[in-house]
């Protein structure tokens, strides 16, 4: 028995997407984060060494001012002094400012150790320079400053000057060599994390492009299986079915295919049924036309008789049984509502000759509603009846009044007659509309007249085709005796009206 794959294809894919790209995201991520560290470190390094380097430039720039002004303090005329020891004096603040700055900085501990020797030199130096300038400018002479003058012979003293400036020298070439290896170093970090980021993210593309090769080959399988079988389907063949059971995508596609195929057999077995009926129905319809064609020139030669012969009732009711005929013939569906209350005339016309002095006819139908379109020989069933279940069981003349009204685009035509009525049962069921068995409205026929319920199912389905659920039929029953029928249905006027409707208060017998 074949196992079946769980899962979904594209939670698959999905799941090793994500992690895939989440995996490269993380890498990437940490990578760039640990890079823009190494980056600051290398800045802020870079610029403590820049400030270190400007500092001891600074401390060498002060010491070069204040040998100078030692050559001035020895040679110079002493109405110059206060000058040079103002000058003096402020060299010796920025020297000290200076070393504070170096002082406070974070060094190894071989940059602090010489800076603290040349720390110690410079005040020495600083603290002997300040007896010169005793010496020369007030006259103070010292034991110690005298032994020191003996032996230089010379001020400034050339050998006190060699403890600073070596010393100097030195520190600055440690500093250079400290922090430039610092900063390789982080440059050389930083270029190994942007090579590791690189890598990571060429892996986890490279690992999603092998994922990708693999299950497109393992998934073009089942497809092409699936396009080879509906191949065969599209040369006709609609018995072959998809093996393709696999729990995924690809096996409710196979699942919905084989299914569509199905449905396709069954509808051209209907298709094929249906053929055999049109046929049928085509040699059922070209009998009928001919049928019509044959009554209406039969009909039409009865009349011409009964005119050669002066019998006028005879010659009355094939005219209006013509225009029926020929009403009926014609292939369009809707016509006017004046067209239909020229038709129902005729109808009627023709009854009164059946039932003399039985029923009156008398229309309420507006001139402006002339040209408005309503489906053909509609409401003639509901006359007929109103004509055989309403009036004719009746003792007396009967009442029929057909009208017609216009409201929020809506035409209402109303039907009604002071007949026998109808019974709640009967009336409930021409109500229901979901009522449409045979069975059912064969009961509400009293057996003097064609089936009211078959008339009422028909026109129900007639509105249904042509206006779905936008039109309504309701039967109700008039106090005193009596049913009416109203039919309502969406507004619309034809182009070209033909005829004029008849007028309120006219009488047919």
């Known amino acids: 028995m074949k196992t079946k794959r769980e899962g979904s294809i594209v939670r698959m894919i999905t799941i090793a997407i994500a992690l895939t790209l989440g995996a490269a995201l993380t890498i990437t991520v940490f990578g760039m984060t640990s890079l823009g560290e190494i980056n600051k470190k290398a800045d802020s390094m870079k610029n403590e060494y820049s400030m270190f380097d400007m500092d001891l430039m600074d401390i060498r720039l002060r010491y070069s001012e204040i040998t100078c002004m030692e050559r001035d303090i020895a040679y110079q005329t002493r109405a110059d002094k206060d000058k040079i020891i103002l000058y003096f004096d402020q060299n010796v603040r920025r020297i000290d400012a200076s070393f504070s700055r170096l002082e406070q900085r974070e060094l190894p501990e071989e940059l602090k150790f010489k800076l603290n020797t040349l720390k110690k030199n410079c005040s020495e130096y600083i603290r002997i320079s300040r007896m010169g300038t005793d010496y020369f400018f007030y ?11 003996a032996l230089a012979g010379y001020f400034p003293i050339q050998w006190l000057l060699a403890t600073v400036i070596p010393p100097a020298e030195e520190l600055d070439s440690l500093a250079e060599q400290y922090f430039t290896g610092e900063i390789e170093e982080l440059e050389l970090q930083g270029r190994s994390t942007t090579y590791f980021i ?20 393992r998934s073009l399988r089942p497809i092409k299986r699936l396009i080879k079988t509906m191949s065969i389907v599209e040369t006709g063949d609609f018995n072959i079915r998809s093996q393709i059971d696999d729990n995924n995508e690809i096996g409710r596609l196979s699942h919905c295919f084989n299914q569509l195929a199905e449905k396709i057999q069954a509808m051209r077995e209907i298709e094929k049924q249906d053929e055999a009926k049109k046929r049928e129905l085509e040699l059922a319809a070209l009998k009928y036309q001919i049928n019509p064609h044959f009554l209406y020139h039969t009909i039409n030669s009865i009349h011409w008789i009964a005119r050669l012969n002066q019998i006028e009732s005879i010659e009355k009711m094939t005219v209006s049984l013509v225009r029926l005929l020929h009403s009926q013939s014609r292939g369009d569906e809707f016509i006017t509502l004046s067209e239909e209350a020229l038709l129902l005339k005729c109808y009627f016309s023709i009854q009164g000759y059946r039932f003399p002095d039985k029923f009156v006819v008398e229309y309420d139908i507006p001139d402006e509603l002339s040209d408005i ?34 409201a929020d685009g809506y035409v209402e035509v109303s039907i009604s007659d002071n007949g026998v009525g109808l019974s709640e049962e009967a009336l409930c069921g ?12 064969d009961g509400l026929d009293n057996g003097t007249g064609p089936s009211s319920g078959l008339a009422v199912r028909n026109i129900r389905e007639r509105l249904f085709l042509h206006y779905s659920g936008s039109a309504r039929m309701n039967f109700s029953r008039i106090e005193g005796g009596g049913t009416n029928v109203t039919v309502s249905y969406p507004a619309s006027r034809a182009q070209k009206p033909d005829g004029h409707p008849g007028h309120g208060g006219e009488k047919t017998a």
């Open 139 to 149: 006259g103070k002479e010292t034991e110690e400053f005298s032994k020191i003058l």
């Open 198 to 217: 690189m890598i990571s993210t060429l892996t986890s593309f490279f690992i999603l492009s092998v994922f990708a090769i693999v299950f497109i080959r």
């Open 373 to 406: 379109k309503i489906l053909r020989m509609l409401l003639q069933p509901l006359c007929e009846n109103s004509l055989f279940h309403g009036i004719q069981p009746m003792s007396g003349v009967g009442h029929i009044m057909i009208s017609a009204r216009e």
């Open 430 to 441: 021409l109500n229901d509309s979901s009522a449409l068995s045979e069975t059912q409205y």
